[in-house]
């Protein structure tokens, strides 16, 4: 079974036969968390890298990259039995904009965050595919913890 999430949304599945997908990364960044032991495995499409709305934060945690993160990480351990130090952390996303005049430079924002989120929970990032100008769909294979990414160029 495929699970997709989208924007601002997570999940966990220790369903072996399934996998989580999201689509479309460009300046947004995905966390992908497996523990192979546990073949369990968990995804986060983060938007934003700090809270920029309460209500939005507290609704949707996953939207930004300093709650969505532990909140990931924390739901792996304490409800998946899982523990920290074996998981295998990937990062992906965080396109820079096409837009040459972009002063927000959310894609970097965001690495930068989810960098410093994981530093804090004394993890570390085992892969990363990250920048450029593509788009990016990834699917997590919940029984081997495999990673396939699909990539596109973002036009104008």
Known sequence: MEIVIGIGEYTISNNVQGSIKTYALASCVALTAYNPSRKVGGMIHIALPYITDVKLSKARPGYFATTGVPLLINKLCNEFGCVK???IINMYGGAESINK???FNIGKRN???VKDVLTSLN???NHAEVGGIVSRTIQLDISSGRVEIFTQPIRI
Do not use: F
């Open 85 to 87: 130090g074996e998981l």
């Open 101 to 103: 005049r972009d002063v």
């Open 111 to 113: 690495i930068v965050a």
């Open 123 to 125: 993890l570390k990032i």
